[in-house]
């Protein structure tokens, strides 16, 4: 039985209101908490213990530069502690009858959306998130975990009777066991779902866990590891090390005692250095949940006030910053100058400011990095084509610091232009017309990355080809909520195709937790 819980707001990306007054007024009263816990001084979590830190790095908030607080920059030698006390731990933890480890689960779920609101408003502070997809994405974590204990559950631990070809002798189980200690290697966009998602799958499934939170967020990773003590995880089967991947990550690529690894992050690092590097010297299951360029299809027979809406939820929720978002649109030549002007007057009635006040949509950009690569495309975009809306840097007292950019619209690019191609990760939005649907379509598959796409068309036929013929892993047909983004546990299933993933197999569905064990067949003769 799922452990019980106060009741609390049911928070999904795609039932979030902003005239929910409750809802509001609850994260107000968080925001009051989580101010409350700024600059202080956080360690590392191993073997069921906070271990101070030697040497520190500052995060700061890219709202308006205040100090969230002081993270422990972790060596290679408290990574290899991290390993060495979950390798202890995995056995026991293994060992441990799946009910219980999913008692334990559900009760860190619980624990999370118990905390949703001060973790969404510590979170919005970290990263930029505005409130609302802050709280979704606290939520998320807590349904991913809730999820997996449900999927393990209804396999029955997956340990299930085979046959034996008429010989009553004969007794063969499919057994699924954990692999031992897996890392996971988390990013900033989505701190705690692509954080307690992963880990709590792996440590579902049975395994230890020792955990890298990104280094623009690491106080969801601090909170994390709070949450999972309190739940009750033995020592040693949660690990938390923050600190630069060039040491932490790289100790967890190398280390041999590491049996799995989960990154989630871009292609070039996840594919050129993750996926080839951490089995090469010898096979071991790594997880590799990489970026997008994802389209979506705007047909002559689409409800153009619905589609301009999903494309611009898609393309500036939490500035372009998510590996779903939405990048480029095709739009049939008949409603194309139609379907921009109303791109445009949704685009331009963003509210932009701190995303911790209720009536701003889109907050920052989250760093330096992300402010330098929105100005590059920008360059480029007016040079090769031309700007319809946005591509401005945001001064003023209503932008406290200097990493607030306009969403912007840009058309006339030449097909091969890099724009088309590139992951981004900043709110920019290419847009061009098509003359047939076989065009969009081979124009929109023509991409190493296969992660979400979007159509919005009223005809069957053309929703068929959409459906058979799209390379991407989730795909979303006439959605006002979203064009390319908004996935949610059991509902729709994330991951992605090509150079999107390398495993096939979605967070968040029906195959996910099995990655994190393997199966042995046992066969026992009377």
Known sequence: MAATSKPRLKITYATLRNDNEQLHASYDAGLATARGELGVTHGLFINGEWRAATETFDKRSPIDGALVGRFAKGTRQD???????????????????????????????????????????LMAIEVGKNRLEALGDVEETADLIRYYCDQLEAGEGFD???????????????????????????????????????????????????????????????????????????????????????????????????????????????????????????????IVEMGGKNPAIVSARADLEEAAEGVMRSAFGYGGQKCSACSRVYVEAPVYEAFLEQLIAKTKAITIGDPTDRKNWLGPLVNAKALAKYEAAVAEARRDGRILYGGEWLSGPAYPSDLYVAPTIVVDLPPEHHIWRDELFVPLIAVAPFESLDEALERANDTIYGLTAGLYSDDPEEIERFKETIEAGVIYINRRAGATTGAWPGIQPFGGWKGSGTTGKASGGLYYVQQFMREQSQTLVD
């Open 79 to 121: 990574v290899r502690d991290a390993i060495a006390a979950a390798r202890a731990a995995a056995p026991g933890w293994a060992r441990t009858p799946w009910p219980e480890r999913i008692a334990i689960m559900r009760r860190m779920a619980d624990l999370i959306s118990e905390r949703q609101m001060e973790l969404a408003a």
């Open 160 to 286: 299930h009777a085979m046959g034996n070809l008429g010989d009553e002798t004969v007794h063969t189980r499919s057994v699924l066991k954990p692999h031992g200690v897996w890392a996971v290697i988390s990013p900033f966009n989505f701190p705690m779902a692509l954080s307690g998602g992963p880990s709590g799958g792996a440590l579902v499934a049975g395994n230890a866990v020792v955990y890298k939170p990104s280094s623009d967020a690491p106080l969801c990773g601090v909170k994390l590891a709070e949450i999972a003590d309190l739940a009750g995880l033995p020592r040693g089967v949660f690990n938390m090390v923050s600190g630069p991947g060039a040491v932490v990550g790289a100790e967890l690529q190398e280390n041999e005692g590491i049996d799995g690894l989960l990154f989630t992050g871009s292609f070039e690092v996840g594919f050129n250095h993750v996926f080839k590097e951490f089995s090469r010297r010898f096979p071991k299951p790594v």
